[in-house]
């Protein structure tokens, strides 16, 4: 992996292809930071060259799939003992429809993308960065692991755990100046729902919040070592309103708005 001495330090990006994680990647090369980015996609070889061409840092691509065993242990090899400064763990995806609906398949690629990927690697850089005692990571967690997800059950269920690591986690790091922030959007603009199968819904069809902002709100609350942070107003509005409601009238919500048909 080349290096660049005058780098403001080296980044980690899942997910950075596209939407969110590729305007998190962008944050931190305008920011002057190496960058390994990831995704499962070919996408990723253009997202690295358009960002070492508008920034003036490295940008190394990784093609692997998270959501195999093989595909973390790959990516934790190519990070190998260099020291990584801030850890964007966004990777993540979505499955619409009634879960009884669902190939099992697709559920557990879900659970291991969103879930079993995230934990190891947080757990190895997590650790590199304790014995340092410096390093940033932000999770790209969701307000949908508020609810329970009425036609997206595995996906808000899988958003639930990550909400609830990531604050678990900042707290017993709270000694350290190690930092775990929560990045929790609402509907964004980023193909998560032609890929989720979720454009015949209410909320696939609702207008959303552009990738750009969600990123830069993430990216601000993690640099001042924020616990986490809900993106956008009516998100704000709607987390609020979750923690008050009966989980019974959160699930029949919920059905309104990912229910396929509409």
Do not use: W
């Amino acid at each position: 992996m080349p290096g660049n001495e005058e780098a403001a330090g080296f980044a980690v990006v899942t997910g950075a292809s596209t939407g969110i994680g590729y305007e998190l990647a962008k944050l931190a090369a305008e920011d002057g930071y190496e960058l390994l980015i990831v995704a499962d996609e070919d996408d990723i070889n253009g997202a690295a060259d358009e960002l070492q061409q508008e920034h003036a840092v490295t940008a190394t691509p990784l093609q692997v799939d998270l959501a195999t065993r093989e595909g973390t242990d790959r990516l934790i090899a190519a990070i190998g003992d260099r020291p990584v400064d801030l850890l964007f763990a966004n990777a993540g995806r979505g499955l619409g429809k009634a879960f009884l609906d669902q190939d099992i398949e697709e559920v557990q690629q879900v659970i291991d993308l969103n879930i079993t990927s995230t934990v190891r690697l947080i757990h190895t850089i997590g650790n590199q960065m304790l014995r340092r005692n410096a390093g940033r990571i932000l999770i790209t967690g969701s307000i949908a692991g508020f609810m329970p997800g009425t036609f997206q059950a595995v996906y808000n269920g899988s958003k639930a755990f990550l909400d609830s690591f990531s604050y678990a986690l900042h707290n017993e790091l709270k000694e350290s100046d190690v930092s775990v922030t929560c990045l929790m959007p609402g509907a964004t603009d980023t193909e998560f729902f032609v890929r989720a199968d979720l454009v015949d819904t209410e909320i696939g069809q609702q207008k959303k919040a552009h990738p750009a902002k969600v990123a830069r709100d993430g990216y601000g609350a993690m640099m001042a070592g924020k616990p986490g942070i809900v993106s956008g107003f009516m998100n704000k509005v709607e987390a609020a309103v979750a923690g008050i409601l009966p989980d019974t009238m959160l699930a029949e919500m919920h059905r309104k708005q990912a229910e396929p048909g509409h």
